[in-house]
């Protein structure tokens, strides 16, 4: 079975400061894994995916994640964050092959504080 | 606008009174998906189609019902609702069904209150 961990309810930081929102995985071969957002009374957005190259991906609004094999990870970052990144963060994971559902991780609210 | 529509928004009913929500996406996506949304669980999937005619569980599949006749419509159906399928509902969409690498767009969801 595919699952997603997201060690972190919240996460708080300074306007301006970077930010890490954390998400390891666990699935059978190799993952596609995604970052959203989701802002109040509204659907998810999306940031950013990795498939395959390159392991750091870079996405919208100056959002990038680093995917780390050995490790099972893909934590989100932002070199500065603003007040209007405040949202929830979901991460999810399927596999290249097998089922073609998305897991989805239980979700993290970014805080930025003015 | 490419968009993903959901029907309705909100709801409250009762118990056992079968219910409907509509979606519809407007971007000749071969892939649509249902999820709930629950407060600490995130996005479970509730079923998936990969293509017209094509639909298969996820996660948490009971007390649910799909169908996908048409490749834009994909209507999520509780034949007889509970209070414990009292949620937020997102329907999704993406195009290429097999390779499942395409981010999904959202519908801005439909909260449904079970009496």
């Known amino acids: 079975a595919q699952s997603v961990a997201q060690p972190e309810d919240q996460v708080n930081v300074a306007e301006g400061n970077p930010l890490t929102v954390k998400c390891t995985y666990s699935?059978?071969?190799?993952?596609?894994l995604f970052w959203y957002v989701q802002y109040p009374n509204r659907g998810l957005q999306f940031l950013l995916k990795y498939i395959t190259g390159d392991n750091l991906v870079k996405g919208s609004y100056g959002f990038e994640a680093e995917f780390n094999k050995s490790q099972t990870s893909f934590h989100l970052k932002k070199p500065s964050a603003l007040v209007s990144d405040s949202a929830l963060y979901f991460c999810?994971?399927?596999?290249?092959?097998?089922?073609?559902?998305?897991?989805f991780g239980s979700g993290t609210r970014l805080q930025v504080q003015p | 606008e490419a968009q993903v529509t959901q029907n309705p928004r909100y709801l409250i009913t009762v118990t056992g009174k079968k219910l409907t929500v509509t979606c519809s996406q407007n971007m000749n996506h071969e892939y649509m998906s249902w999820y709930r949304q629950d407060p600490g669980l995130g996005l479970r999937q509730i079923y998936y189609s990969m293509n017209v005619e094509v639909t298969d569980k996820g996660d948490v599949p009971e007390g649910y019902k799909v169908s996908r006749k048409e490749k834009r419509n994909f209507p999520l159906i509780l034949e007889s609702p509970s209070p414990n399928q009292t949620s937020l509902y997102f329907c999704?969409?993406?195009?290429?069904?097999?390779?499942?690498?395409?981010?999904?767009?959202f519908g801005d969801g439909t909260r449904l209150s079970i009496l």
């Open positions: 999810a994971v399927r596999s290249y092959t097998g089922r073609r559902a998305l897991t």
């Open positions: 699935v059978s071969g190799n993952p596609y």
């Open positions: 999704a969409s993406s195009p290429g069904g097999g390779e499942g690498n395409q981010p999904q767009h």
